[in-house]
Antibody
C-alpha cells in the first residue's frame, strides 16, 4: 500500500543541522510532487516546503526560507529536508506528504507519513 | 499570502446531531479556468497524522463516510458532519492550495461530544 516513512529527527542544539528523510513506497514516487508540513507541540499545521515531481521547482515558507532545503532522489524513492541553523521555534513533528494527483503540486494532500520529531534545545 | 480563518475554534455537538465548521480565505481560491475551488479539509485525531476528507471544496475522498460533506465557493466554505459519531471527535483543518505556495492551513477547529 502507499506509505511514507520519515526518519532523521532528534534532539539538536540551536544553530545545528539535521537531514530529514522520507522513504516512499506503493506509488510511482517520481510522478508526484511532495511537501513537508510541520506541527509544533499542541499547535496547528504549518506548511513548510514543496518540491515538484522532477525536482525542478521548490518553494518554502517564509519562516524557513534560507535555512531549509528540500530535495529528492527519485532513483531511491526518497524525499529530504535539510534543516540548518535550527531555532527553538523549529521544534515540531515534521510530516512528509504526497499530493493527490500526479504532475502538479497544486493539489490536496492525500497521504501523510507518521512524522518525525525535531526538538531544538540547549 | 492567503490567510485561512476557521470558526469556531472549538465546538461541542451531541451524538447524532449536525456539526458545522466554517472556513474563510482572505482571497478567492476559485480558479476561473477550471471552475474549481482549491480548498481541502482534513481530520486529525490525537497522536495521528491528518487525514484528507474533502478536496476541491466538495469532493469526498475515497473511503470517507458520506456524513461528511463540503460546500462553498470563492472565499467561504463549510464542512458539515450530518450526524455526529463518537469517532468524529478530532481537530479539523481547512487548507488552500491555490496558485503558488504557501499552502496555508486554518488554525483548526476542535470538535467534541456534548
Amino acid at each position: 500500500q502507499v506509505q511514507l516513512v520519515e526518519s532523521g529527527g532528534g534532539v539538536v542544539q540551536p544553530g545545528r543541522s539535521l537531514r530529514l528523510s522520507c522513504a516512499a513506497s506503493g506509488f510511482t514516487f517520481s510522478s508526484y510532487a511532495m511537501h513537508w508540513v510541520r506541527q509544533a507541540p499542541g499547535k496547528g499545521l504549518e506548511w513548510v516546503a514543496v518540491i515538484s515531481y522532477d525536482g525542478s521547482n521548490k518553494h518554502f515558507a517564509d519562516s524557513v526560507k534560507g535555512r531549509f532545503t528540500i530535495s529528492r532522489d527519485n532513483s531511491k524513492n526518497t524525499l529530504y529536508l535539510q534543516v540548518n541553523s535550527l531555532r527553538a521555534e523549529d521544534t515540531a513533528v515534521y510530516y512528509c506528504v504526497k499530493v493527490l494527483a500526479s504532475g502538479s503540486y497544486r493539489d490536496a494532500f492525500d497521504i501523510w507519513g507518521q512524522g518525525t520529531m525535531v526538538t531544538v534545545s540547549s | 499570502d492567503i490567510v485561512m480563518t476557521q470558526s469556531p475554534d472549538s465546538l461541542a455537538v451531541s451524538l447524532g446531531e449536525r456539526a458545522t465548521i466554517n472556513c474563510k480565505s482572505s482571497q478567492s481560491v476559485l480558479y476561473s479556468s477550471n471552475n474549481q475551488n482549491y480548498l481541502a479539509w482534513y481530520q486529525q485525531k490525537p497522536g495521528q497524522p491528518p487525514k484528507l476528507l474533502i478536496y476541491w471544496a466538495s469532493t469526498r475522498e475515497s473511503g470517507v463516510p458520506d456524513r461528511f460533506s463540503g460546500s462553498g465557493s470563492g472565499t467561504d466554505f463549510t464542512l458539515t458532519i450530518s450526524s455526529l459519531q463518537a469517532e468524529d471527535v478530532a481537530v479539523y483543518y481547512c487548507q488552500q492550495y491555490y496558485s503558488t505556495p504557501p499552502y496555508n492551513f486554518g488554525q483548526g477547529t476542535k470538535l467534541e461530544i456534548k
